[in-house]
Structures are given as structure tokens and as C-alpha cells.
């Protein structure tokens, strides 16, 4: 693939699995996978990557891969997706520095953007997010962009990446970030300037009470965007014993939601999951949830296939309001239920059941109107 194979190493398939191979059910039978030399992605839907740099949090790189303690219990789940096609292309190598790392991920990432591929990004600290835009970049993408996090990591006066790395992502010049989200951030960890700030930048941030009581909510917001990062500090400890964040967060099945919904949305096509430390987990706990989040993206890219054109007008039930003395034209997708709203210059953007409902209240939708300003 065009020079990827000089950033990669293979994967260590038969250390992953101790016992006498895989059952022609599981996902190591049905993904092509990087041992000898690199698979053909030509015809592949998703195409997973991993990464061990961990030195932006001020964690020592570990030997062993982090990503490689995912793929072990990934491997073992069933595949039940027979419509989404998989490739593993390995672990990239790490850098001599931390910026050279930065470059590498920023090579293969651009690289399977560019093939049209939805790539997925495992392990490393969440400052990998930077690299994952940097690939964006690196194509000229005017992009959407999402984190889940319980904290926001635009903290400057933090020497740590892991910690600021949001500053050049969302200040660098030039910028390509069209617009962020930030799904789940505890409120604690969070100086309320900060929010202040974002707010002013029209930037969206829903704290996690928020985002738990509606999760289908988050549904929308995540069906607009093209990068997601997802730190797993979000998840509580309880359900994920390596997320030493913070003992409140979200649960493992609302962290499986969430993933679903990325998924399932036809604009993603990077999701990092970040933040997972072998030596923190407990009886692989965290690497067993972050497998069957990933299990839930491939279940979500599954009904992606799913869903009609919004050129294919039949495929929706078709709702005109007005409110406000704004009219406005709101389309249900037969298929998924999912609904989209019309912006006055006839565009539209994703939104929910609730928008409409306050919109045929002659309500203005918080949604809608955040995306007026944004324009």
C-alpha cells in the first residue's frame, strides 16, 4: 500500500491466542490480517491500526503493544457482519521522538483516508488524537470533529500533550476544523472559563448527566462528524478498570451506544479509542470493552449500509413546519428512523425526534440555532 509497509509491523497472531487456534466463527477468521505481508484493502470497509505511543501522557512506551491485548480479546468475539469487510494492517512503529511518531500516524492515516477507507486507531494516549487530525490536514479535509472525554484536554499551562494537545488541533493556522463536539466531560475536571471559551468558538459541549439522560441525543452529533476520538477515561472505573479517570462516566453499554453510533454514521471514517494501559486493567476488563465497542462500530457500519441517499426522496416521510415564521422541511429515513432538519440554505443536517417535536411546538430547536450562528 503505496509505502505503509516501511511504518508498520505485523501482527503477532499466534502469541494472541494460547489455546488451539480460533472456531471459524470468530473474528480472526473473517479479518484480513497483517502476518507475512500486507493484506489487499481494495474491497475493505474498515481497516484497523494500532499504535503503543504513550510518552504525551508521561507514560514510558510499554513493550508489550497496547493494542495487541485489544486484539486478543477482539479476535475471540463472533462475527456476525457478513456485509462489512475488515483488514488489520498491524501496529505502527514508534518514533525515535514523539513528534516522529506524530508523522507516522499522520502517513497512514492519510494514506487510507485518501483510499476512501473508515479507519480505526487503537491504543496510545489521547494526544494521538493531534496526529489523526494532522492526517486531515495533510489532505486539505475541512473537517467536523468529536471527542468523548471526561476531561477537555486544552489545558496550556500543562507540559503534557495529553493534556493541551486541543490547542493547536483547534487553534493551529491553517485550520480545518469547520466545527468540534465534546461528549461527556465531567464537570469537575473542567475550569469554567474554559467552557466559556468554547461556547464563544460555537463549539458544542455536553457534559456527561447531559449526555447519559438523552444519550440518543449524542446520535446526531456524532452522525455529523468525521473525526472521533475517544478517550476511555469517559467509561467509569467500575466498568473499565483501566479508566483511572474518574470513578463516575459512562457504563460499558453506553459506551457501546456511542460507538454504534459512530458506526453507523456515514461521515466517520477515523475513530481513535485512546487511553487504554495494559498494566492498569484488570483481568483485561478494559480490553474486553474497548473489543466489543469496536464489535458494536462494525454492528453500526453493518446499518450504515442500510440507510438510502437523502437524494432517494421516497425513502422518507417528509415534514414541513414552520416556526417562528421560519419554515422548514424535516426528513424521517424509512429505513433507520433517523431524522435530518433543513437549514434556511436548504441544507441538511442531522438531527433528532426531539427537534422535530419542538419544532412542530413553534419552537425554535437549540440545534438548529446553534447551527445559524455557526454559519
Known amino acids: 500500500m503505496y509505502g ?14 494460547e489455546d488451539n487456534g480460533y472456531t471459524d466463527g470468530q473474528l480472526a477468521k473473517h479479518i484480513s ?6 493484506p489487499d484493502i481494495t474491497n475493505t470497509d474498515i481497516v484497523l491500526v494500532g499504535i503503543n505511543e504513550t510518552r504525551g501522557s508521561g507514560t514510558i512506551n510499554n513493550s508489550q503493544h497496547t493494542a495487541n491485548h485489544i486484539r486478543k ?36 492515516v492519510a494514506e487510507l483516508l485518501r483510499l476512501k477507507k473508515t479507519v480505526v486507531i487503537l491504543g496510545g494516549s489521547h494526544d494521538i488524537t493531534l496526529a489523526q487530525y494532522l492526517a486531515y490536514k495533510e489532505l486539505q479535509l475541512v473537517i467536523e470533529a468529536t471527542c468523548i472525554d471526561a476531561s477537555i484536554n486544552l489545558k ?17 493556522e491553517p485550520n480545518l476544523v469547520r466545527h468540534y463536539n465534546h461528549i461527556g466531560f465531567q464537570s469537575y475536571f473542567v475550569h469554567p472559563r474554559m467552557l466559556e471559551t ?45 479508566s483511572s479517570e474518574s470513578p463516575n462516566g459512562f457504563t460499558g453499554e453506553e459506551a457501546c451506544i456511542l460507538a454504534r453510533y459512530a ?11 485512546y487511553g487504554y494501559l495494559p498494566q492498569q486493567d484488570i483481568k483485561d476488563l478494559s480490553a474486553k470493552q474497548i473489543a466489543q465497542m469496536l464489535w458494536y462500530f462494525i454492528d453500526g457500519k453493518n446499518r450504515s449500509k442500510q440507510e438510502a441517499s437523502m437524494e432517494e426522496r421516497h425513502h422518507f416521510n417528509e415534514y414541513h413546519t414552520s416556526f417562528n415564521q421560519v419554515e422548514s422541511v424535516f426528513l424521517q429515513s424509512k429505513k433507520t428512523n433517523r431524522w435530518w432538519m433543513q437549514l434556511p440554505n436548504k441544507k441538511f443536517i442531522a438531527c433528532s425526534y426531539t427537534d422535530y ?19
Open 263 to 273: 458506526g453507523m454514521s456515514s461521515k466517520v471514517n477515523s475513530f481513535g479509542i
Open 156 to 172: 496550556g499551562e500543562n507540559p503534557l500533550r495529553s493534556e493541551n494537545f486541543l490547542l493547536e488541533m483547534l487553534t493551529g
Open 198 to 242: 468554547m461556547d464563544k468558538l460555537r463549539f458544542d459541549c455536553f457534559r456527561l448527566g447531559t449526555a447519559k439522560e438523552n444519550l440518543e441525543e449524542m446520535e446526531p452529533v456524532i452522525r455529523g462528524t468525521h473525526l472521533l476520538s475517544f478517550d476511555i477515561s469517559a467509561i467509569k472505573y467500575s466498568d473499565s478498570p483501566a
Open 73 to 108: 480479546q477482539f479476535y475471540q468475539l463472533h462475527y456476525w457482519h457478513t456485509g462489512v469487510s475488515i483488514a488489520d494492517i498491524g501496529n505502527i512503529k514508534l518514533g525515535a521522538t514523539l513528534n516522529d511518531s506524530y508523522a507516522a500516524v499522520k502517513t497512514v
Open 357 to 375: 417535536i419542538n419544532a412542530s411546538h413553534n419552537e425554535i430547536p437549540e440545534r438548529w440555532l446553534r447551527a445559524q450562528e455557526r454559519e
Open 4 to 17: 505503509l509497509q516501511d511504518f508498520l509491523t505485523p501482527v503477532p497472531v499466534n502469541e494472541l491466542n
Open 33 to 38: 490480517i497483517y502476518v507475512n505481508e500486507l
